[in-house]
């Protein structure tokens, strides 16, 4: 005797998605540079705040007054930033190389954003460039952005100090790139932030999806065994990838954005 086999229908249950409202992205609103507080510097010309120190010291003992360095440190000594007061250039080959690479590019009214401000001395140097119509400084360190009110006043005799094109984010890197549409993106990002080894802060993809076509990302790299795991990441994210090498250790990292 043959049995009969029956089928069981089977019930495919569709579950009830709800309309999630398109929310616009809301800009973060910039800093008012004349709230912060500027680092007071002592009679030897130093100043400190909770994590580094602001040293002012002449880098020629014949040299004028105006032509001092300025130095900001941690605490235990490791050089965040240093530029020279005068000519306020940077002191740091990796940062003369990139502000040079910029200045040299043909673009007109570029738009900058800098991931890891510091106290702005990159900034204040690329300010005076005519290709460069604004740049983001983004930094979580509050005590940074005092510094900059501090170089602020230092060169405030310098007539080429555009510092009006310079606009500052207390934020993490990744919170302040989520804000950007696709109406706001940049020519140029210099990730500059300073992060313990191994950790990477956001995704090169990400930081390239908010470049405009043709847009730039230069890289600050210091560790050696960093430098792997960073141009695996670039060179997946990017379409031309150029690697320099600096004699104190410093590598520039040149990603270009098709």
Do not use: W
């Not at 900001?72 to 003369?96: C, P």
């Not at 983001?136 to 170089?151: E, H, I, N």
């Not at 890197?173 to 950007?180: G, T, V």
């Amino acid at each position: 005797m043959k049995t009969r086999k029956t089928l069981k229908k089977s019930k495919h249950i569709v579950p009830i998605v709800p309309i999630v409202p398109i929310v616009p992205i809301v800009p973060i609103v910039p800093m008012n540079m004349e709230n912060v507080v500027p680092i007071k510097i002592d009679s030897r010309g130093k100043g400190c705040c909770q994590g580094f120190c602001l040293e002012i010291s002449k880098s020629n003992e014949n040299e004028k007054e105006n032509d001092n360095v300025v130095l900001l440190k941690t605490r235990k000594g490791t050089h965040y930033s240093a530029m020279q007061v005068q000519d306020r250039s940077t002191t740091f080959l990796y940062a003369n190389f990139m502000n040079k690479f910029i200045q040299n590019l043909p673009e007109r009214n570029m738009t900058i954003c800098i991931l890891g401000f510091a106290c702005g001395s990159q900034a204040l140097e690329l300010s005076k460039y005519r290709n460069v119509a604004r740049i983001d400084g983004v930094d979580m360190d509050p005590d940074m952005f005092r510094a900059f009110k501090t170089l602020l006043l230092l060169t405030k005799h310098n007539e080429q100090n555009d510092a009006n094109k310079i606009q500052c984010y207390e934020s993490d890197a990744e919170s302040f790139l989520h804000r950007i549409s696709p109406e706001t993106m940049y020519d140029i990002i210099i990730d500059d932030i300073f992060v313990e080894y191994d950790k990477v802060p956001i995704s090169y993809d990400f930081i390239a999806s908010k470049l405009k076509p043709g847009g730039y990302l230069l890289i600050n790299i210091i560790e050696e065994n960093d430098l792997k795991r960073c141009m695996f990441q670039v060179n997946h994210a990017f379409e031309h990838v150029q690697l320099i090498k600096f004699d104190n250790g410093n590598k520039c990292i040149i990603c270009q954005k098709v």
